[in-house]
């Protein structure tokens, strides 16, 4: 009934395991969620995307087995973008840096504006500063988190736009099985958004 348009897959474990990130990006493709973001609070992830990439590709055959029409993959904060079969979905590898570390940046922006009597300081507000935001520049804030490990944490992961982001926990990201990932679909499918009345 109700799926969501950008998930964001949080590993708050010490030991990611590229097999199994790359099988839960390829089932968000599969039920055809648009934006998927990949992030370890490590970075190790986005260190070794081309790793991930390939683990994508292979997972896709592997699982879907489709020859379906082509797909950005883009890294954030970096200029290479790969091609991967199947539909219309598009990836971003996050790590810390892209998280807190962004939001200092963009502000270090707009006050350099400021200074050059381009923008005023009454200028700033939240589509503002969401347009200054470089890590996800055209992807709209996630709907929705599946955060796996024990720490109760996002660990830095996008704090800026997960104000209104559906969170649930997993044990872990580790040999997890398609019914985990779909009955936490299902759970985010009967949340009620009260958007904070």
Not at 1 to 6: A, C, T
Not at 128 to 151: C, E, Q, R
Not at 171 to 187: G, Q, R, T, V, W
């Amino acid at each position: 009934r109700k799926l969501p348009v950008h998930v964001g897959l949080v590993v708050t474990e010490e030991e990611p395991s590229y097999a199994d990130m790359a099988s839960l990006v390829v089932w968000c493709m599969a039920v055809g969620i648009s934006y998927v973001s990949v992030y370890d609070h490590n970075g190790i992830f986005k260190r070794n995307n081309s790793r991930l990439m390939d683990e994508i590709l292979k997972q896709q055959q592997e699982l879907l087995g489709l020859d379906c029409s082509k797909y950005t993959v883009k890294f954030a904060n970096q200029d290479k973008t790969g091609q991967v079969l199947n539909c219309q979905s598009t990836l971003k590898v996050l790590s810390p840096e892209d998280g807190k570390a962004d939001i200092v940046k963009a502000a270090q922006n707009f006050c350099q504006l400021v200074a050059q009597q381009q923008r005023t300081h009454s200028d700033l507000d939240v589509n503002m500063l969401d347009n200054l935001l470089s890590s996800t520049n055209g992807f709209p804030d996630p709907d929705l988190v599946l955060k796996f490990g024990p720490v109760d944490s996002t660990l830095g992961f996008l704090p800026w736009h997960i104000r209104l982001t559906e969170i649930i926990s997993l044990p872990s990201h580790l040999n997890i099985s398609y019914e985990d990932f779909f009955s936490a679909l299902h759970h985010y499918a009967a949340c009620e958004q009260r958007w904070g009345k």
